[in-house]
C-alpha cells in the first residue's frame, strides 16, 4: 500500500461513510471519485437528520409548544456553529439558503433592487471570470440584461490560472460587483482572490466569494478574507442536499433589500405595505430548509473535529500523487495546472480523442465513479478547445490506492478503445 506523509486515518473515516462499502456491477467495490459534484455522508449527519424527523419535526420560531422550540433551537444551533466554522463575526451574517446558486443569485438580484450607493445600473460595470461555475455567472448575465450594465471578466492563461495582466482595466471607477470562485470546479485551481479583492477595494467595489469547492476543503475564515460576500453549499462539505449559506456583511444585510417575500422574513404586513424583520430572517423568507440545517450543523462538527487544516493537507497529499500517477498516462492531457500547488482537489483531463462519456462508462463498469461533461463551466472547455472533460476528484476518505484504481481504470480504457 502506497504511503504518503500528511494523510489523515481514512481506514477510521471511511467506515463513517456507509457509501463507500458499496458493491456496484456485481463484485466491483465503488471506488468514490466525485466528491466536487457532491460529497459522501458519514453516518453522524445521516444520524443527526433521522433523529431531527423522529424527535423534533416542527417549524421553526412561530411555535411556543416543546419540541417547534426544539426545532428553532437545533435550527438557530446550526447557524451558530456554521458563524463559527467560517469565523464569520456575527450569527445575524449567516443566512441560509437552498444552494450555492441561490445565494449567488440572492447576492445579483439584492444589488439590482437596490439602492444607491450599491446599485447597479446601465452605469455601471461586473466583473466575473472565465472559469466560473454556470452559478457563478448566469445571475450576473440576467442582472446585466435587466440593468443595462456591462459585464466583464477575467480571462485565463494556457496553464489554467487567471490572466490578471489587465487587472487595473478590469476592475475600474465603474465597477460596481466582482465575483469569483476561490478555487475552481473543473481546473482545480485555487485563485489569488486577495490580489483581487485588494483592487476591488481600491476602487470602491464589492466582492463576492463562490467558496463551494473552498469550504469543504480548507480553513474558511470570511474575516481574514475580506471579501463582502462568501457563498457556499452543504451538500459538498458532508452535508445534506437542500441547504446553502450566504455570508454577508452585516451592514450590507441591512442595508440591500431582500430578494424573496413571504412568512418570517416580515416585521409587520398591511394592505398598504411591509417592513421586514433584521437579517437573517429578511432573506429567509417562508419554511427554512430545517433538517437540511440541522445536517449541516451535523457536517461542521463532523469536519471540525478533524480539523480542516488536516483536511487540507490529507488532500494536498492525494492530490500531488495523483498529479504524477495521471500524468504517467500516455495521451492523458490534465486541464488546468499540472502541479499541486495552488490547486485544490479536483483534477479534470482528457485522454487523446477517447470522448470523456466513453472513459467515464467505460471507468464506471471498473467500479470507478468520476464526472464527465464540461462541469458547468462550459467557457473553460471552450479556452481550452476540448468538447467536455473527465474529473476525478477527492475528499478527506480519499485513499492512494484509489489514485492507483483510476490510473489502472484509465489503462483499461486505452487498451478497451485500442
Given amino acids: 500500500m502506497t504511503q504518503l506523509p500528511g494523510l489523515l486515518d481514512t481506514d477510521a473515516i471511511r467506515k463513517d461513510f456507509p457509501l463507500l462499502d458499496r458493491i456496484v456491477h456485481g463484485d466491483k467495490k465503488i471506488v468514490y471519485l466525485d466528491s466536487a459534484a457532491t460529497s459522501q455522508k458519514p453516518r453522524q449527519v445521516l444520524d443527526a437528520l433521522n433523529e431531527y424527523y423522529e424527535r423534533h419535526n416542527a417549524n421553526v420560531h412561530r411555535g411556543v409548544y416543546t419540541v417547534a422550540e426544539e426545532a428553532t433551537a437545533l435550527y438557530e444551533g446550526a447557524r451558530d456553529k456554521v458563524a463559527a466554522f467560517i469565523n464569520a463575526p456575527s450569527r445575524d451574517e449567516v443566512i441560509f439558503t437552498k444552494n450555492a446558486s441561490e445565494s449567488l443569485n440572492l447576492v445579483a438580484n439584492m444589488l439590482g433592487w437596490a439602492d444607491e450607493p450599491y446599485r447597479v445600473d446601465r452605469e455601471t460595470e461586473i466583473v466575473i471570470t472565465e472559469m466560473e461555475h454556470h452559478s457563478n455567472i448566469v445571475p450576473w448575465q440576467l442582472l446585466s440584461q435587466r440593468t443595462g450594465a456591462k459585464l466583464k471578466w477575467f480571462g485565463l492563461t494556457d496553464d489554467g490560472r487567471l490572466d490578471l495582466s489587465n487587472i487595473e482595466e478590469i476592475i475600474n ?42 469550504a469543504p ?159 458547468c463551466a462550459r467557457p473553460v472547455c471552450l479556452r481550452y478547445g ?31 478503445f485500442g
Avoid at 468538447?387 to 478497451?416: I, Q
Fill in 173 to 214: 471607477e465603474k465597477t460596481k460587483i466582482v465575483s469569483l470562485t476561490l478555487v475552481s470546479n473543473l481546473l482545480g485551481t485555487v485563485n489569488p482572490v486577495e490580489t483581487i479583492i485588494r483592487r476591488a477595494q481600491q476602487v470602491g467595489a464589492l466582492v463576492c466569494i463562490d467558496a463551494s469547492q473552498a
Fill in 217 to 375: 476543503h480548507m480553513v474558511l475564515d470570511v474575516q481574514a478574507l475580506q471579501a463582502d460576500f462568501v457563498a457556499f453549499t452543504g451538500h459538498k462539505m458532508v452535508g445534506p442536499t437542500g441547504i446553502g449559506v450566504l455570508w454577508g456583511r452585516q451592514e450590507l444585510l441591512e442595508d440591500l433589500p431582500p430578494f424573496l417575500g413571504g412568512g418570517e422574513m416580515i416585521e409587520t404586513v398591511s394592505m398598504h405595505s411591509s417592513t421586514y424583520a433584521p437579517a437573517p430572517h429578511k432573506f429567509e423568507a417562508g419554511t427554512p430548509p430545517i433538517a437540511q440545517a440541522v445536517g449541516l450543523g451535523a457536517a461542521v462538527d463532523y469536519l471540525s473535529a478533524i480539523g480542516m487544516e488536516n483536511i487540507a493537507r490529507h488532500e494536498h497529499a492525494i492530490t500531488e500523487y495523483a498529479v504524477k500517477r495521471l500524468l504517467e498516462v500516455p495521451d492523458l492531457r490534465i486541464i488546468g495546472p499540472a502541479t499541486a500547488e495552488d490547486r485544490g482537489a479536483a483534477i479534470s483531463f482528457t485522454l487523446g480523442d477517447i470522448h470523456p462519456h466513453d472513459v467515464g462508462q467505460v471507468l464506471d463498469e471498473e467500479g470507478i465513479a468520476v464526472r464527465v461533461g464540461h462541469h
Fill in 386 to 416: 476540448v468538447p467536455a472533460t473527465t474529473r476525478a476528484s477527492f475528499y478527506l476518505y480519499s485513499t492512494p490506492g484509489e489514485v492507483d484504481a483510476l490510473v489502472d481504470g484509465l489503462e483499461h480504457v486505452r487498451n478497451f
